[in-house]
């Protein structure tokens, strides 16, 4: 895969191949933190319409490499397209849904005020928030099945109904792109059936989605890509073709043991 | 309350109040964001910087002081930056350190530096000089509306007005990308907000209230001024415009209890002489804080 185009893309020089059919494309992404990199050299090619599992050891780079893609975390060096346009250009194509624990749920905010946060392009920096909005906040809500917490505090949530409340606010982004860090750590099976039904909705309806996952058990039941990652890109395509016990040993090296691996029933090629 | 009130405490009471206001808007969201000691760090490190800024203008006026703090805020950055670097110390203590020395050093600068002919001194730095900010040219409620007597009004009092009119706007414009970044910074990011600038913002209003504030009421009641009434506000509810409301008034209530105390208290409970109306004001603010935490009605932890 590190032929020329993408040495070309890596040196800076005008791409040579056309990213403009992919809903997201990564090349040559380098991050670092306080100089050791956390994610080096990678590339990635999302295909349009599939649901792609971002997939490695804890400090791989996995969140990373989203928070790069969304400009939320500076890169050293690599290119960023969103159907072939840069980020700065194509942001309201990308909604987000951070983890979790990345945010204090004491803040004085309710459910809906939240979900609203998710229409910042629509509104700008001045406009206020009109009865549309709220309108269009509730529908978010009503499609994860939270319609009737609009008026709760959002400390009193459990973390289930927190996880659904940041998918609310990413469908308010109204993008074509999802991009989600860990959707399912933490939560009840309830919650989980809820946002993979939201996800293949928004699937049929031809959008694209990326998830950072951590539960190798639940690959292929959830996702149709697979990108394995450790720093380096180990490798990446459809999940019957590269979600390997192979791969997946290269991936996590040895802290994955055997019995892990076999357990996950993949053939050993 | 005749024309002594008028004269004495009128507008002691309204600078009070319009600090305590300036402070507590940006201390709301510097308090959310867990930045509630960045009020603290600017009042400490403002100082040496006002000072110079006298010594270079020879005057008591906004801009220049307004300079030097900036100027003093940068240097302030650099030092911290430095000593975490050179001394391997953590930032919180880097910080600690850091602003300290500055004060200290703005103190001796004040002691060395001839500022007997205005409103400068280490005493003044600490505890401000709300009780000498008296409008002689009043002679009673009427002189409200007498041109030639509101002309003699102290200047302190059109310099914090404009500070917390411009707190006030700053907060009210940028109130829904403001609430955003604060909660989920990295979100606010991803959607294009400029969450860097409105940081820097925020820091910059919280600034201005402090040197505005600083020049009447002293640096130890500035910290509470920041502090107090947003984290007395958090425990009356949970949203986050009546949290800002409940902070607003709690600041005047402090600002006014806090100076009737202290220039009528002692003579209550049978003294002779008036307290420091700061000390006062930042003594009730504390109060207000306790009591909101004893009894406000969202002081509960909340389960994960």
Redesign the interface.
Known sequence: MSGPLTLAARDGRALAEDLAPYPLAVRGLTVSYGGRPAVFSVDMTVEPGSMTAIVGPNGAGKSTLL?AA???VPRLAGTVTLHGRPL?RA?GE?A?V?QRA?????????VL??VL??M??D?G??R??RARHRSRAMDCLARVGMEGFAAR?I??LS?GQQQRVFLA?ALA?GASLYLLDEPFAGVDAATERAVIAVLSALRAEGATVVAVHHDLSTVRDHFSHVLLLNVRRIAEGPVERVFTAENLQATYGGRLGAAQIGDLGLAAS | MGPDFVVLSLVPMLIGALAAVACALPGNFLL?R?QALIGDAISHVVLPGIVAGFLVTGSVATLPMLLGAGAAALVAVALIEAVRRLGRIEPGAAMGVVFTTMFAAGVLLLELSDTSSVHLDVEHALYGNLESLVWLDATGWQSLLDPAALAGLPPELGRIAAAALGVGLFVR??W??L??A???E?????????TAALGLGLVMVAALAAVAAFDAVGSIIVIAMFICPPAAA?LM????G??VAWSVAFAVLSAVAGYILAGYGPLWLGGQDAVSAAGMIAAVSGLILAAACLLGPHRR??P?
Not at chain 1, 102 to 110: E, L, N, Q, T, Y
Not at chain 2, 237 to 240: G, P
């Open positions: 928070k969304l400009g939320i700065d942001r990308v987000y951070p990345s945010v204090d749920w004491d803040f004085p905010a309710r005020d939240v946060m998710g910042s392009r509104l920096l001045l206020p928030v505090q400390g009193q973390g606010r982004q | 959310l867990r414009l940028f829904r990308p609430a955003a604060t909660f989920d990295h979100f606010a990011r991803a959607q294009g907000v400029p958090r509810t949970d949203r986050l009546r949290q932890p909340r994960g």
